[in-house]
Every structure is written in structure tokens, then in C-alpha cells.
């Protein structure tokens, strides 16, 4: 029976929600939480010890979080490393992500994630690890588990494995050599299967490429403003500061909406006319001075300074959290003209 | 969203703690923040500390949108 370590955040853990999401790793000698989905699935490896990291140690202290995790790790007999799953939470993702990629350098050990396809983990590490294709929320932990399971079981029985897309991961872009008979498949020879895509291709219909190219979507870098002092500046953040009774009612996670708050005359966000709704972070601090997500104060002290000229009279929120790309995106361009309309010409986002 | 704004042609800092990912995601002026639920605040330290810590990072976010650059930049901060 081979052995596996998983990795959980504060909150699979077992050790708290938000509050507790600085909490320092620790490696506990017993299987947490979703270990046991794991545990009743795979015959040849078991999970027998859980290590736990608050999200917020892992994103704010990276290089010190890894440090301590691997060295609860040193001496540790393993095989296997989970990480996960991590869903659509991208501060999870994240730590899955960093954790898995020093595990596999340092004990050249197989490592395996979970995360949903709208997790930005993804794109960060689907080349450094096996990130099987989860479902956007805890739901899915059954799920997702399994297909982690399965797959290690796989890897510590010994037993072939197959390209990503039978198997359920994001692919690599990592290419093999291999004979279609040994996937179960027809052989059939690569210039009738060019051909073939060529004709479906004339003809409009559906065909898969053997060589897909991948696209990262950047966008055009937009020129320096001259003089900052000379042209009005607009405030954005997705930290979910809005008037203390949300009077658009944006969503706490996952939001859909954003709204523009009047800001004139205001030389800092006051408490409690302005809190945070943002369901993705302890608010404590948020809520005491909303400036430490939407920095007026320090914005109006530049303006003072001569720094900095004119200041929109509106700030826009929303919240991002749980917050599909495709949401955030429609957002974006709908932020974007109407600060245009505004006369907007330089940006100042804030994130939590 | 900060990309899209920036395909709307303004020019945009994004003040995040995770630069990684606003870098995967496709940010261009990145430049990074304290911490995760206070950006821009550190109770850990007295308010003069704070003050000037929040001050320090939003002018080198002012700074960044004066700043031509040519490929993706974090721009860096005082500790």
C-alpha cells in the first residue's frame, strides 16, 4: 500500500472560516475531511496525513509558506501528493498550485490538483501538475475527489496512463508518441486523419485539431498618461466597498452587479457609511476603514500634495469573488464606458 | 475586469496581493498590496506606519500610470 499527504486550506481543514485564513501550516498524522472520499475509493495508495494552510498565509507570506510546508514534510515517507480540490476559489488555487510545484521539485514525487476551469490556478501551474477539471463550488468535493482518486490509484498501481483528455486533467502540453490500438482506438495513418480534418473543415463541420495552439489573451498595453495632474482620474475596486445599506444590492460572491458611489467632498471613506460586502475575506479591518481597500484617503492626500489632479466624483465596486471571467469582463467594458462617459482617461484598480 | 477596461484604452494600475495572477490573467501595471483582506492596511503596525505604507503604494500605483512600459511590470514597493 503506497501513501499519500493531502493538502487542505484553513476552511476543508477543519480549523475556520475566513478569520482563520492566516492560519500557519501544520502537518496533522491523520486523514482530514475529504481524505476519507479519497481513502474509500483507491485500493493502492491511502491517505494517512493532512497537511493545513490558511489562504491568506499561502498568498501573503508565499516563499515562507512553502518553506515551513516543505520542511513538515522532510523525512515523511510519501508517494503521492493531493492537493484540493480548489474549485473556483482562486486564493486556494493558488496555494494547491505553489504547494504541488515545490512537492514535485523537491520529492520528485507524482503531484495532483483539482480546480475549476474558471480558476486562474489553472493557467498558472496546468503545466507544472495534474489538475483535474472540477466543478466551480464545494458541491463538487465529492466529485472531484473522486476523479483525483482514481487517477492516483492508477499512478501507484502501476497501470498505463492516458493522454489528459481521457483522463480528465487540464492538458499539459506535454506530447508522447502513441499508437491509437493501445487507447482502444482505430488505427488509422496521419495523413488520412489530416485529410479527413482538411474535408470536415471545407465542409463546415466539427473536427478536433492533433495540435492545438495554445492562446493567451493579452491586451494591448495602453500608452502612459503625460501628466498625471492634468487629466481626471477614476477609482475602481473589487473588494466590495459600497454604502453601508448596498443600495444595489450586489451580490456577495459571485456577483453580476457594480454600482458608482458619489465620493465629492469626501477626504477618506467614512465608517460605517461605507462597509464591505465582499464574502471572500475576513471584512473586520474593511469594515473598521474602508480606505484599506478603497484608499481615498491617501488619494486626497496626493491631490494635496500636487501629486495628482482631478479625482472622479464616483468610485465603482463590485465583488470578486466566486465572480465568473465572463462576468468580470461584461463588467469591465460596462465600468469602462461609462467611466469614458465621464471623461475618465487613467484607472486605479483595487483588489482583495 | 482590468484588462478590459485597459482594451477600452485607459490606462490602468491594479493593486492586488496575488501579482501572479493578475499577471496570468492578463494585467499589465501591476503593483502589489499588503495583504488580502486589507490591501492597504496592516494592523500589525501603528497608524503612522500604516499611513505611510497605504500613502507609499498608491503613489507608486499614480506613478505606474505615468510610467511607459513595454511588456507586463510590477512595479516595486517598500516594504
Not at chain 1, 23 to 44: H, M, Q, R, T, Y
Not at chain 1, 161 to 187: Q, S
Not at chain 1, 207 to 217: A, G, H, N, R, S
Not at chain 2, 14 to 28: D, P, R
Request: proline letters at 6%; glycine letters at 8%; one cysteine or more.
Amino acid at each position: 500500500m503506497k501513501k499519500a499527504i493531502l493538502y487542505l486550506n484553513q476552511f476543508f481543514g477543519q480549523i475556520g472560516g475566513e478569520d482563520k485564513a492566516d492560519f500557519e501550516p501544520v502537518l496533522e498524522d491523520k486523514p482530514i475531511g475529504s481524505a476519507g472520499i479519497f481513502n474509500g475509493i483507491a485500493k493502492n495508495v491511502k491517505i494517512e496525513q493532512t497537511m493545513i494552510c490558511g489562504d491568506n498565509f499561502m498568498a501573503s507570506h508565499t516563499d515562507e509558506a512553502i518553506e515551513r510546508c516543505l520542511k513538515l514534510l522532510e523525512g515523511k515517507k510519501f508517494d503521492i501528493f493531493i492537493a484540493g480540490p480548489a474549485f473556483n476559489a482562486g486564493r486556494y488555487g493558488n496555494a494547491c498550485g505553489q504547494i504541488c510545484k515545490a512537492v514535485h521539485e523537491k520529492f520528485n514525487v507524482p503531484v495532483i490538483t483539482s480546480m475549476n476551469v474558471e480558476n486562474p490556478g489553472v493557467e498558472m501551474f496546468k503545466r507544472d501538475m495534474y489538475i483535474f477539471k472540477g466543478g466551480n463550488r464545494a458541491t463538487a468535493i465529492k466529485q472531484d475527489m473522486t476523479a483525483m482518486a482514481a487517477f492516483a490509484d492508477k499512478i501507484a498501481g502501476g497501470e498505463k496512463l492516458l493522454p489528459a483528455d481521457m483522463e480528465g486533467y487540464f492538458p499539459r502540453g506535454i506530447r508522447h508518441e502513441v499508437f491509437l490500438e493501445d487507447l482502444g482506438m482505430e488505427p488509422v495513418m496521419a495523413c488520412d486523419r489530416a485529410v479527413d480534418m482538411l474535408l470536415a473543415k471545407l465542409k463546415g463541420e466539427e473536427y478536433v485539431t492533433e495540435l492545438p495552439i495554445p492562446k493567451q489573451d493579452l491586451v494591448p498595453i495602453a500608452p502612459a498618461v503625460k501628466d498625471i495632474r492634468k487629466i481626471k482620474v477614476g477609482l475602481v475596486t473589487s473588494g466590495g466597498i459600497v454604502p453601508r445599506e448596498n443600495p444595489d444590492r450586489i451580490e456577495s460572491a459571485s456577483a453580476t452587479k457594480w454600482g458608482k458611489y458619489n465620493i465629492a467632498g469626501l477626504d477618506k471613506l467614512p465608517a460605517p457609511e461605507f462597509k464591505t460586502i465582499h464574502a471572500g475575506y475576513d471584512p473586520e479591518q474593511a469594515d473598521k476603514n474602508p480606505n484599506v481597500v478603497e484608499p481615498l484617503d491617501a488619494i486626497r492626500a496626493l491631490q494635496k500634495e500636487g501629486k495628482l489632479g482631478e479625482v472622479d466624483d464616483f468610485f465603482y465596486a463590485t465583488v470578486g469573488t466566486g465572480t465568473t471571467q465572463g462576468e468580470a469582463a461584461r463588467m469591465g467594458r460596462e465600468i469602462a464606458a461609462d467611466l469614458r462617459s465621464r471623461g475618465v482617461e487613467a484607472v486605479i484598480l483595487t483588489s482583495t | 475586469m482590468a484588462k478590459e477596461i485597459e482594451r477600452s484604452g485607459l490606462p490602468i494600475t491594479i493593486m492586488c496581493n496575488l501579482t501572479n495572477i493578475a499577471k496570468t490573467v492578463g494585467s499589465n501595471r501591476i503593483v502589489p498590496t499588503f495583504s488580502v483582506p486589507y490591501p492597504l492596511g496592516n494592523p500589525q503596525a501603528s497608524p503612522e506606519e500604516e499611513w505611510a505604507m497605504r500613502k507609499h503604494r498608491v503613489e507608486v500605483a499614480v506613478e505606474a500610470l505615468q510610467t511607459p512600459i513595454e511588456e507586463q511590470t510590477v512595479f516595486a514597493v517598500k516594504k
